[in-house]
């Protein structure tokens, strides 16, 4: 079952479809209490509360999560136009710290698409005040199905 709004998903486009199978069949994310709100193709928007297994020695959310959230947002934006696509790279800058009880929002725009390469960029937000948390920048690659 997905936890994709239907309003926000073009249902008739295969390659946002492919996107959205891709996410019903993400234990990962799912596990992390991630949700996915948005799925249109070359953008993407997930959800993520930080909750208290996800904080490290400092109080402040573990960069690895925020890294996960971000790839997680990645990943359904360079699938989106129904292409097998897996990262073939990524960097992130931490901007300010996410806390225990934050809900962080990701959002991911494909910049750019050539042959079968692409870029990604996906801003992490606080929810409650808009905070930018972290830049991710994707670099990806569509792979021959066999």
Known sequence: MSDIDEPHV????????????MWA???ASR??????????????VVRMGIRDDMV????????????????????????SRGRLTVAAGADIAFTA?????DVLVAEARVRSAFGRSGITDVTVKRESDGQIIAEFRGR???LKRH
């Open 10 to 21: 073009d249902a008739g486009d295969e390659g946002v479809a492919f996107a959205r199978q």
């Open 31 to 44: 596990r992390l209490g991630m949700e996915a709100t948005v799925v249109e193709q070359d953008h993407a």
């Open 140 to 142: 990806s690659r569509s």
């Open 97 to 101: 710290p996410g806390r225990l009880g």
């Open 56 to 79: 490290n020695g400092h109080a402040i959310c573990h960069g690895g999560y925020i890294f996960t959230l971000a790839d997680s947002c990645f990943a359904l934006a360079c699938n």
């Open 25 to 27: 069949d993400d234990q």
